[in-house]
């Protein structure tokens, strides 16, 4: 099993950066392939940004392609969420989730989630 955290939400004017983490407890992190999804009220979890085990491989949400960059680091057990060019339609409670195997755009396909961090982008 693997606990997540996520850390770094907050309130930011459009056009500007945050930076979200999500560090896991337990063994073999680098056995998990990571993900966050955000969700923003009355709508859908969504599907932001994957990357595999490894960190070799990512995939985006074409909402964010292009202003969000996913990474990790192992040694640290710790995934990232580099979010750039924020626009207030990115409101939302950010999740990290973790899921064993491939990466996946599909919230139901993650075992475990974290807590979620606010984000609010302001206009």
């Known amino acids: 099993q693997v606990q997540l955290g996520e850390s770094g939400g907050g309130l930011v004017q459009a056009g500007g950066s945050l930076s979200l983490s999500c560090a896991a407890s337990?063994?073999?992190?680098?056995?998990?392939?990571m993900g966050w999804f955000r969700q923003a009220p009355g709508k859908e979890r969504e599907f932001v940004a994957a990357i595999t085990r490894t960190g070799l491989t990512t995939s985006y949400g074409e909402d964010v392609k292009g202003r969000f960059t996913i990474s990790r680091d192992n040694a640290k057990s710790t995934v990232y969420l580099q979010m750039n060019s924020l626009k207030p339609e990115d409101t939302a409670v950010y999740y990290c989730?973790?899921?064993?195997?491939?990466?996946?755009?599909?919230?139901?396909?993650?075992?475990?989630w974290g807590q979620g961090t606010q984000v609010t982008v302001s206009p």
């Open positions: 989730a973790a899921r064993t195997l491939r990466l996946s755009a599909l919230y139901s396909e993650y075992d475990y």
């Open positions: 337990g063994r073999f992190f680098s056995d998990y392939a």
